[in-house]
């Protein structure tokens, strides 16, 4: 079982970055993802999620109108668009897999529910 997230790097205020997650080793599609981020001296945050078909996303205040959780399931990967990055959005960023039925909340479950975690990726934000 893996999830790789990649994407990460240092842009300026305003700019955008994609992160991917790809995943391997278990079904993809009957899981829900979520992406998580911890900065420096900060306990870890969640960030987006995305259900299982795609159809529900569910975003922290702090990126609503920022942020874009995707997926594609033929590909077994999610990609989580930010732009407009503000130097508060800088941490390392995390995907995480939970397994789920079809038609739930991903919003309802928080981070002790997720089954399996990426490495991270660090994005960093200079102001």
């Known amino acids: 079982v893996q999830l790789q997230a990649s994407g990460g790097g240092l842009v300026q205020a305003g700019g955008s970055l994609r992160l991917s997650c790809a995943a391997s080793g278990f079904s993809f599609n009957m899981y829900s993802i979520g992406w998580f981020r911890q900065a420096p001296g900060k306990e870890r945050e969640g960030v987006a999620c995305?259900?299982?078909?795609?159809?529900?996303?569910d975003y922290a205040d702090s990126v609503k109108g920022r942020f874009t959780l995707s997926r594609d399931n033929a590909k077994n990967t999610a990609y989580l668009q930010m732009n407009s990055l503000r130097p508060e959005d800088t941490a390392v960023y995390y995907c995480?897999?939970?397994?789920?039925?079809?038609?739930?909340?991903?919003?309802?479950?928080?981070?002790?529910?997720?089954?399996?975690w990426g490495q991270g990726t660090q994005v960093t934000v200079s102001s």
């Open positions: 995305i259900s299982r078909g795609g159809g529900r996303t």
């Open positions: 995480a897999a939970v397994r789920t039925i079809l038609t739930a909340d991903c919003g309802a479950y928080t981070a002790g529910d997720y089954n399996y």
